[in-house]
């Protein structure tokens, strides 16, 4: 009873406090200062750093670092936060199409924070990819999104020695994080095997050469060549427990065909499934008899009936068409491209990776989906 009597009394000086809430309001907002509020406030400036909305950049520095690759440094029109081992998204219009992909970011965070710049090293490989390595020159704009994924040291989750374990062009997130380390921006010990063919396709090597520091320990190891100093071979069990000892959380980035490789290797080992991460790759092209099937996309209002080839992800079907559509990691890990199915057929690439939910209702990945009949589609905004 004691309770509810309270509770009447509290309720009923709300009441009273609440009529005069009017008068109070004007009286403070009579007696507050003329000064202006400010332009912009600290939380917002810092948000834009760390959570940046695209930006326009510029093309502001190329280096060739093998016959293949090419390193592009881009000035951003801000300074932004990333952790050394993320993506950003590179974003053209070539042509008709609207073009997107991303690239692991080969520079160190201090770069991006100090210095308002970013570099993507390239390989040549693809339609985007190709057009960079070809056509791109400095004082080109472009859209860049960043930063994205989890590919980096995380100190509550990894182990403090992280095994990397590079192939080719999967050497640039470690590029950055040994910037990082040297830098002092990342703190873990660092034991990188870098897989090429030959000593000639090892990108970054002579920067990588000139890298002194306790924690950084770098092997290379070539299948296609025996050489003093590199290791021969693929990255094996054998190579690997031949300078790491003690528990290790391994970082893996390259092809497919390395990690099916190196996945069984640290199995071998012993090493558990949560101490291995994997950077994802982006989907391919799929080799299928040549067909083209009618795909119709509605992006809010609009409706667009485009041509959709059998080969390619539904989502390269739309940007070549020109559509501005939702795209991240293209390799439907990161939902980003998440569509409505109305109708039609498809394959997905690899293993589905969709939430349940999202194949109970009828929702899929147009990154990693393939068309196998026309199809229509209900698309977010990009
Ligand atoms: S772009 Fe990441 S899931 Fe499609």
Redesign the pocket.
Known sequence: MAFRFKKQIFGFMDLIRFTKLVDKRRAKLENAPATPLPVTYRVNETAKILHPAPLTVKLVGIVKDSPDTKTYTFELPQKAFFRAGQYAVLRAKIGDSLVSR?YAISSSPYTALNDGKVSLTIKKSGYFSSYMFDKAKEGDEFTLSLPFGNFFYESVKDCPHIVGIAGGSGITPFYSMIKGIEEGSEDFKLTLFYGAKTANDLVFKDELDKVSNDKIKIVYVLSDEKSDGYENGFISADIIKKYVDGDFTAMLCGPNAMYNFVDAELAKMGVSGKFVKHE?NCTASRDVKPKTYKLTVHIQDEVYTVEADAADTI?TSMERAGLSV?????????????SKLVSGKFSIAGAD?RRLADSKFGYI????SYPDSDMELIVPRG
């Open positions: 991303p994802a989502l939702p795209a991240r990691c293209r390799a439907g890990g990161c939902g980003f491209c998440h990776k990945h147009p990154c990693c």
